[in-house]
């Protein structure tokens, strides 16, 4: 099992322009969660689905912010456009169930320098 | 704000020692305990969890406590070695899906 794929592992952008993150979830999994991670803020829910559709994006910030799952196997989060502030790791993770119920596997994130 | 507050920040731990990580949650929905453990440069990974119905659960050399009267639970890693030094997070969520996660403790065990 490759566990969950990102992608890019790092982006360097500048103030304003267009992000897309990407995510491969685990094959079966039918939950998919995005996390952002900062030193300040930790780690945030910013969205979840569960069968490929979006059941809580209350995490969301803004309107900037966009989160996509078109199907099992993929999702992206964009930001358009971005601020210096969007700076931080951006985590994908899936879920199915197990021992206790659906356990989350998270994956190695995308890193974001917004200039 | 929030919902699980998790101490200490940061603790340093002779090899063979025991490190003791808590945390305290105020929302009495919460149904789902779970503890990550992270490593730099990667995503967080389930460690071990426990539900409210238990007041123990050990696996190998990490145990979760969890005092529901309190609403207080921790994580007690036993013979604590170098590869265990990582950053910890607690996290707590009513029907599994939205983790809320406490602020972190970076582990930090000494040769």
């Known amino acids: 099992d490759a566990g969950v794929i990102q992608s890019p592992r790092h982006e360097v952008t500048e103030m304003g322009q267009e992000v897309t993150l990407r995510c491969k979830p685990i094959?079966?999994?039918?939950?998919l969660f995005w996390y952002r991670q900062t030193m300040m803020r930790g780690l945030e829910l910013l969205i979840y689905?569960?069968?490929?559709?979006?059941?809580?994006d209350s995490g969301m910030p803004e309107d900037r912010f966009s989160a996509k799952m078109p199907n099992a196997s993929f999702s992206t989060l964009k930001i358009q456009p971005s601020e210096p502030r969007d700076s931080a790791v951006y985590f994908c993770?899936?879920?199915?169930?197990?021992?206790?119920?659906?356990?989350?596997?998270f994956g190695p994130g995308t890193r974001l320098t917004v200039t | 704000q929030q919902q699980v507050k998790q101490s200490p920040q940061s603790l340093i731990v002779q090899k063979g020692g025991i490190s003791i990580i808590n945390c305290a949650y105020e929302?009495?929905?919460?149904?789902?305990f779970p503890w990550y453990q992270q490593f730099p440069g990667k995503g967080p990974a389930l460690l071990i969890a426990?539900?409210?119905?238990?007041s123990e659960k050990k696996e190998g050399r990490f145990t979760i406590s969890f005092n529901k009267s309190a609403k207080q639970f921790s994580l007690h890693i036993m013979d604590s070695q170098p590869g265990d030094s990582a950053t910890y997070f607690c996290?707590?969520?009513?029907?599994?899906?939205?983790?809320?996660f406490g602020a972190g403790t970076t582990v930090t065990v000494r040769a």
């Open positions: 993770a899936s879920s199915s169930p197990g021992q206790f119920g659906y356990e989350q596997y």
């Open positions: 929302n009495t929905a919460f149904d789902y």
């Open positions: 094959s079966g999994h039918n939950s």
């Open positions: 689905f569960n069968n490929n559709v979006p059941i809580d």
């Open positions: 426990i539900r409210p119905d238990v």
């Open positions: 996290a707590a969520s009513i029907r599994d899906y939205k983790l809320s």
